[in-house]
C-alpha cells in the first residue's frame, strides 16, 4: 500500500500501550443528553501501532450508491466482530479497558471494532450518526481511539439548535461519544485541502450498535 505515516509524530515507545488513566477523561455535555469524553494521548506507542495496522489490516475499498451512480466510499474499510482476533492485542487491552471504565454507564462492554484508514485529505466521511441499529433507539456509546494525522471530528446536533463542536483528534486520542449522541447529534470527517498524511480511527461499539 502506498500510504505511509511521515516519519514519527513525537511517539518514540518501543511498543503500543496503554498510557493515561481513562479517569482522566474530561467530559462536556451536549445539547439533548449527548455528552463526549476526551482524553489526549492515550495510547502510547502510536507510531508502532499505526504501522502494524497499516501492514496487516485487510483494507478494503467499498462503493456505495449516490443518486443515479455508484460511487467510491473516499476511505478504507475493516470491521472486527466479537468472534475475531484482533490485528494487535493493544486493541484487545483498549477495548478491555474501555469496558471496565464505561462498563456500569453503558450497561454492557464494547464488543466489536470498526477501523476507517484516510489515506489523505481527499479521504473523509459525510455527516452521519451510528443509527443502522441499536443507535437510533438507544443510548449508547462509540469509543474513537485516533491515529496518525490530526484530523478534526466534527460533531452537530440534527435539530440545527446547539452550535457545531470540532474536535481535533491527533496521534493516540481517545474520544467517547456517549448518551443519546447517535440519535440527536451526527459527525464527520471533511476533507481538506491541506496536504495531510493518513490517518487511522479505530472504533469500539458494543454489540448491534452500528
Ligand atoms: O474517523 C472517525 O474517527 C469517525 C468514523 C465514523 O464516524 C464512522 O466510521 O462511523
Known amino acids: ?4 505515516l511521515q516519519g514519527s509524530l513525537f511517539d518514540v515507545a518501543d511498543d503500543a500501550g496503554l498510557g493515561r488513566p ?3 477523561a474530561r467530559r462536556t455535555p451536549l445539547a439533548h443528553g449527548a455528552w463526549i469524553d476526551v482524553l489526549p494521548g492515550w495510547l502510547s506507542g502510536s507510531d508502532i501501532l499505526f504501522e502494524a495496522l497499516l501492514a496487516s489490516v485487510p483494507w478494503r475499498a467499498e ?10 466510499v473516499p476511505r478504507l474499510l475493516a ?3 466479537e468472534a475475531d ?3 494487535h492485542p493493544v486493541l484487545a487491552a483498549a477495548r478491555d479497558a474501555l469496558s471496565a471504565h464505561y462498563g456500569e454507564e453503558l450497561g454492557e462492554p464494547f464488543r466489536t471494532l470498526g477501523l476507517c ?7 473523509s466521511v459525510a455527516w452521519h450518526g451510528d443509527r443502522i441499529g441499536r443507535g437510533a433507539r438507544e443510548n449508547t456509546m462509540v469509543a474513537i481511539l485516533s491515529l496518525g494525522q490530526p484530523r478534526p471530528l466534527l460533531l452537530r446536533p440534527r435539530d440545527g439548535g446547539a452550535p457545531h463542536v470540532r474536535r481535533p483528534l491527533g496521534h493516540g486520542d481517545l474520544l467517547v461519544m456517549g448518551g443519546t449522541c447517535q440519535r440527536t447529534w451526527d459527525h464527520s470527517v471533511p476533507k481538506t485541502a491541506q496536504p495531510v498524511g493518513p490517518r487511522i480511527s479505530i472504533q469500539f461499539r458494543p454489540r448491534g450498535v452500528l
Do not use: F, K
Open 117 to 123: 484508514l484516510y489515506r489523505d485529505g481527499r479521504d
Open 63 to 72: 462503493r456505495r450508491h449516490m443518486y443515479d451512480n455508484v460511487v467510491d
Open 85 to 87: 482476533d484482533l490485528p
Open 22 to 24: 481513562l479517569s482522566e
Open 1 to 4: 500500500m502506498a500510504v505511509q
Open 79 to 81: 470491521h472486527y466482530t
